[in-house]
């Protein structure tokens, strides 16, 4: 660029470097530093047969005496062309677990540590309300994988809870968890603590003075706690219907019925669906759910 910026651009006179504006000078020093840089550093990593790369090194911490990173590299080769690995997450941070190994990749740099030298713990949840994926809400994960050799960096992988069970199922060693941290394994969990929320905002339902509660009829161990009104609309309007049972469910029971009512196949339309009540039919929606104070 700089040499056709010199034909092209006599009059700046940048064949004369003492003559060329300051910017373009920088420019040039930038334009041949930086690729120097990046030729010193690739031969350096290939020499003894890219022993010196960064993934080689981490390879060679776990090569015998007798061989060398090429060894680690072909049998880590041969386990990730198995179907049956276990392969998640992004491009840029994709997770990777074999029989032997897990793996991190991400843009520019791989982690790797054998599984019988690592202590995996789940540090942290974070529920999010929609997945940019499928539009459902989502919790990830953030694991931390710990190698016994204090050579090998720590590193954290982040996984969905409902690959939680899978990841489980290939690793040898248990995974710690931090006593705060509660993972949702499956899409029904993940609807019942969204649905738990969405009640929460809707208005409350006073009991009378004179009801008294009474134990939720679908488990039997906790106090009825919601109520169905119609809030959604007006009373004579829409789908949804008024219903005059007494409070007899509790949130959890609710949830449940509401979910069991739903396409499986179908579980972006959860949220906006109407159900019948379980007791008298009448339909209603998630905005019709109240709590009875």
């Not at 090569?63 to 392969?87: C, H, M, Y």
Request: net charge positive; glycine share 4%; with cysteine.
């Amino acid at each position: 660029y700089y040499v056709g910026m010199c034909l092209a651009a006599s009059e700046k006179q940048l064949l004369s470097l003492s003559q060329a504006p300051e910017a373009w000078r920088l420019f040039l020093l930038l334009a041949v530093t930086v690729p120097s840089i990046a030729c010193i550093l690739i031969y350096y990593w290939s020499r003894d047969r890219w022993a010196c790369h960064p993934l080689a090194r981490t390879l060679a911490l776990y090569a015998l005496p007798q061989s060398g990173w090429q060894a680690v590299a072909s049998s880590v080769n041969t386990e990730f062309r198995r179907i049956d690995k276990f392969a998640t997450g992004a491009p840029g941070a994709r997770v990777i677990v074999t029989d032997t190994w897990v793996m991190k990749v991400t843009t520019y740099r791989v982690h790797v540590a054998q599984q019988q030298d690592v202590h995996l713990t789940v540090t942290e949840s974070r529920q999010h309300e929609l997945s940019p994926d499928s539009n459902l809400p989502v919790q990830l994960l953030t694991i931390r994988v710990a190698s016994a050799n204090p050579a090998v960096q720590a590193f954290d992988i982040w996984l969905n809870s409902t690959e939680y069970g899978e990841l489980c199922e290939k690793l040898r060693a248990p995974i710690r968890r931090a006593a705060h941290v509660v993972i949702h394994q499956s899409l029904g969990d993940l609807f019942l603590e969204t649905f738990a929320s969405l009640v929460e905002v809707n208005p409350a339902y006073s009991v009378p003075s004179s009801q008294e509660l009474e134990a939720c009829i679908g488990c039997m161990q906790t106090r009825a706690s919601v109520k169905l009104v119609k809030t959604c609309q007006e009373a004579a309007t829409g789908e949804c219907q008024q219903c005059y049972c007494r409070p007899m469910w509790c949130l959890t029971c609710m949830g449940k019925w509401f979910a069991s009512r739903q396409d499986p196949l179908r579980p972006d339309t959860w949220l906006a669906s109407r159900v019948p009540c379980p007791t008298c039919r009448a339909r209603f929606c998630i905005l019709d759910v109240c709590t009875v104070r």
